[in-house]
């Protein structure tokens, strides 16, 4: 496991959320179901709906002590054994469980499904490997009650070789990769109450059945139960490999509790610093980041860059929206020479976008910034709200695919903000008022490339709420060939700072929409 593996943990999770418990909870755990019990996703459903009218019940888990006991080092000391992968030989998929301890002391439970019939896994300690410093002897024999989570193995890569293709692990957290990239960023099945009063619930999955796939199977369909002490879930992923590995996702909901902020297909990344506030790190590297923006996609096909920042105080952007047909983060900078990291290539990361199946109504999508100075943790948080009161007793279905990867922009017609800078504004080398900050924002690709070098087609329309606009200005890189669009705002104090700006061709839009957040203190954070 590396320290994404480990973020995904519900504990680790509480290290940048409001609210968090200083201790992990237990759920109400499903038991294990009797060999050949029918299954549907119908079924699945009806017992969540039933449990949601059911008082929720935290049980502590009752492990065996040697499990109980294992520290960071000695959890990560143990590996499955790939010659016990579930359905070897037998399928293009392979399931390999992760072992329950340290941190995962909550049992999951595993189904293998076939011919509409859910039998249970059975994980021993034979399906492991204990290195040292564990003693593998003291294991022999011990009961394992379930498992920490489990990934889905497949050759996305090279014919022959088995990768790593999805992982659920911790809570209702799980993250995928396409062809050729590295984990990053994580998807959950459910975010409730993230950064309110209340503080942060952390639903988790507490049992997968996943359906046997045929030995020429191109997809795999899994099932699982979400369960905690406001809401129940019943969820179907139908993932589909690729370049861009995709799933679609269907989440049945019933509400146990009122929910002051529900966040429907949430994402979770991290972005430490780059262009915008590199000055604040003192970093040999030139950019740290599993995520460089928020990307919307509204119902009429405009579409929306927000650019992310690590602030100095925790922020939150509300994006009203109806009937999106899509959202994401997006990984757009994949240039080793802008990161320099030959360890932890963000350049690699995958980009994930989220796109409604269905009309999802009135909304909005959520973005929430957390202050951070280690990139071990994540702090950049993005889901959709529905617009209404949840309330106990309400049912919800929400259907929307997840696509991983190196995500292209599809409109090849708009031109992308690649880069933004920031600094101190007025004229570079003189002294200039205190007071006055720019922005730097290089656009290129799409119809750029067609207009003439000195630009005298190009307009840009520049907003900004709570400050005052002194000067903008816009022109041509001849080094690179950007349209590079330079903005200095009058400081406003300790209001936050609301930015927009787009470029146009004879009142026609050529580029997205860019958008910025930024306070004083944000340059000020050490």
């Known amino acids: 496991m590396d320290r994404r593996a480990f973020l995904l943990s519900s504990a680790a999770a509480a290290i ?27 079924v699945l459903t009806e017992r969540m709906r039933a449990r949601a009218g059911e008082p929720y019940q935290a049980t502590p888990p009752q492990l065996p002590e040697v499990i109980a006991n294992l520290g960071y080092d000695e959890h990560r000391s143990i590996a499955f054994r790939k010659d016990r992968a579930v359905w070897k030989g037998q399928s293009p998929f392979e399931i390999n469980a992760f072992h329950m301890g340290w941190l ?33 002897a003291r294991f022999q024999g011990v009961e394992m009650p379930g498992v920490a989570g489990f990934r889905l193995m497949y050759a996305l890569n090279r014919p022959g070789v088995m990768d ?44 997968f059945y996943v359906e046997m796939p045929s030995p020429d199977a191109g997809r795999v369909t899994l099932w699982a139960t979400l369960d905690s002490r406001s809401v129940t879930g019943a969820y179907q ?56 923006g928020l990307k919307i996609i509204r119902r009429n096909g405009e579409e929306v860059w927000r650019s992310l920042n690590n602030p100095a105080r925790l922020a939150t952007s509300f994006f009203g929206e109806e009937n999106p047909k899509g959202f994401g983060l997006f990984q757009r900078d994949r240039a080793f020479e802008n990161y320099q990291d030959a360890g932890a290539h963000y350049e690699r990361r995958p980009s994930l976008l989220v796109e409604p199946m269905d009309d999802w109504g009135k909304g909005n999508i959520t973005l ?53 800078r920031g600094g101190h504004g007025g004229v570079s ?61 009058q400081n406003p104090g300790e209001i936050p700072v609301e930015l927009s700006a787009y470029l146009s061709q004879a009142g026609t839009r050529m580029s997205e929409i860019w958008l910025y957040q930024w306070r004083p203190d944000d340059d000020r954070a050490s």
Request: proline share 5%; glycine share 8%; charged share 25%.
């Open 16 to 42: 940048l959320v409001p609210g968090w418990p200083s201790q992990v909870r237990a759920q109400d755990i499903a038991q294990p179901a009797p060999a050949g019990e029918p299954f549907s996703f119908d």
């Open 104 to 136: 995962f002391k909550e049992p999951v439970f595993l189904y293998s499904v076939q011919g509409g019939t859910a039998r249970p896994m059975v994980f021993t300690a034979e399906d492991y490997e204990y290195r040292p410093p564990l003693d593998a």
């Open 164 to 207: 790593e293709l999805v992982t659920f692990l911790g809570s209702s957290y799980f993250r995928a990769l396409g062809r050729d990239t590295s984990y990053g960023l994580s998807a959950r099945g459910l975010a409730v109450n993230t950064a309110t009063q209340e503080g942060e619930e952390f639903p988790r999955f507490d049992s």
């Open 237 to 292: 992923f139908v993932i589909t490999p690729g370049k861009a590995t995709q799933m679609e996702v269907t989440a049945r909901l019933f509400l146990r509790e009122n929910i002051s902020r529900l966040g429907i297909a949430p994402l979770t990344s991290m972005f430490l610093f780059a262009e915008n506030n590199r000055s604040r790190f003192h970093d040999y590297r030139n950019a740290v980041h599993d995520s460089d």
């Open 368 to 420: 929430i910034e957390i202050p951070t100075e280690l990139e071990v943790n994540d702090n950049i948080v993005a889901f959709w709200v529905p617009e209404g009161d949840m309330t106990a007793g309400k049912a919800l279905e929400y259907r929307y695919r997840l696509s991983w990867g190196a995500l292209a922009d599809d409109d090849a017609n708009l031109a992308r903000a690649i880069a933004v």
């Open 429 to 489: 080398g003189s002294r200039n008022d205190d007071g006055l900050h720019k922005f730097v924002v290089d656009f290129d690709g799409g119809p750029l490339a067609r207009l003439a070098a000195d630009g005298a087609e190009i307009e840009s329309t520049v907003k900004a709420n709570n400050a005052e606009i002194r000067e903008t200005t816009l022109s041509r890189i001849e080094a690179n060939g950007h349209w590079r669009l330079v903005i200095d705002i």
